[in-house]
């Protein structure tokens, strides 16, 4: 266990991390109006672009100065033995939703955390395609900041805390009356389990309006934000795929749990040997939806 750090410390970190996030989602955004986003095959037979490339670059640039380790999908895959004893490191997904990024349905994300004890402290997620920005850390809270410009500043190390947490909304927003009761999945790994899944969270939850597909770590958001009341999953995931959006979750009031009876049901947690996922679930608390 390392020693938790301050909040002043988290506060510049955070202000890092928004601002590596920045500088990847300025250049993502002009190789996705590009004709030419350079895509190949991986071994596992999934796409990679030049995005997913340059994303990868500009985060581990931005955040070298902090002699923190970094683990990126894109980047080398450390060995357990190597990182066991992280307890401090980023967690770095240069471009989730690679697939939405080549089809051009802007659904897709550039993600950074911050795990402390095998647990997100911090936060940040932009959809460059959307012009939007979610961040969130220990103590601060979760926010979303919509039109954001990621050509405003010529230099990102000059964006403030304080500014953005005056331009964004804190999370979880107020809803409108008649919300009702919305599920949210994968459009791209949708498990043949998940309909007996959906049908039980209807016979639940009788004011469900269907479930709707999104891509990449959306889906988290929307349940922060409080669009969305429930995000399950079934299908394998990553802990890259996942931290940003459990801690912009975590500290908007929702949670990211894993799938199964209430009572044994437990965060996810991060640095494990094969940093694969269990099957979870992202959701508002119950406090929270009726509030």
Known sequence: ?????????????LRDTIAAVYAASREVEKIYNSSDFG?????????????????DREIRERLM??????????GRFVPYEERANW??????????????????NGEFTVNVALIQNRTPIIG?????????LYFAASGVGSYRIENMDFNAYSDPESITLEELVAQGQKLPIKRQPGHKFTVVNSRSHLAPEMASYLEKIRSEHPDMDGHHPYG??????????????????ITDTYEWDTAAGQAICLFASAEVVTMGEKKNQTPLIYNTETMK???????????????
């Open 1 to 13: 266990m390392t020693q938790e750090l301050e909040q002043a410390t988290i506060n510049l970190l």
């Open 39 to 55: 895509v190949n095959m991986k071994s596992d037979s999934t796409p990679l672009t030049k995005a997913d490339k340059v994303s």
């Open 65 to 74: 100065h902090t002699y923190i380790p970094l683990l990126s999908e894109e």
């Open 87 to 104: 307890s401090l490191f980023w967690l770095v997904d240069p471009i989730d939703g690679t697939k939405e990024f080549i089809k051009k």
């Open 124 to 132: 940040v997620i932009s959809l460059p395609a959307h012009h939007k």
């Open 216 to 233: 990449s770590s959306l889906k988290f958001c929307m349940v922060a934000e409080g669009s969305a009341d429930l995000y399950p999953r």
């Open 277 to 291: 996922n269990p099957s979870f679930v992202a959701r508002q608390r119950q406090e929270d939806r009726n509030a």
